[in-house]
């Protein structure tokens, strides 16, 4: 299994930036992507980039161009660089790994809020 540990969320203004980690441990061979997720209150959690072990990326529409995700495989940390916020991007940022199989794992770490305000 897997443990995640998010960190370097925060109260922001909009227009600014904020970068996020999160690093892994446990049961890392298994992990073959990495990816941020969010949740605003009242709406369902959604996945807003993912890096693969072999750092292709991909983005929601709603942050491509403001966001960039990066890993360092090193460390077993994955990055989160956002930039130009806006008050929707205001939740609750996860992140979760992908096993080879394309299955997310079930397990969520503790989670780090972001704040924008306007």
């Known amino acids: 299994q897997v443990q995640l540990v998010e960190s370097g969320g925060g109260l922001v203004q909009a227009g600014g930036s904020l970068r996020l980690s999160c690093a892994a441990s446990?049961?890392?061979?298994?992990?073959?992507?990495m990816g941020w997720f969010r949740q605003a209150p009242g709406n369902e959690r959604e996945l807003v980039a993912v890096i693969t072990r072999g750092g292709s990326t991909n983005y929601a529409d709603s942050v491509k161009g403001r966001f960039t995700i990066s890993r360092d495989n090193a460390k077993n940390t994955v990055y989160l660089q956002m930039n130009s916020l806006k008050p929707e991007d205001t939740a609750v940022y996860y992140c979760n790994t992908r096993n080879a199989r394309g299955s997310w794992s079930l397990s969520w770490g503790q989670g780090t809020q972001v704040t924008v305000s306007s």
């Open positions: 446990g049961s890392i061979y298994s992990i073959n992507a």
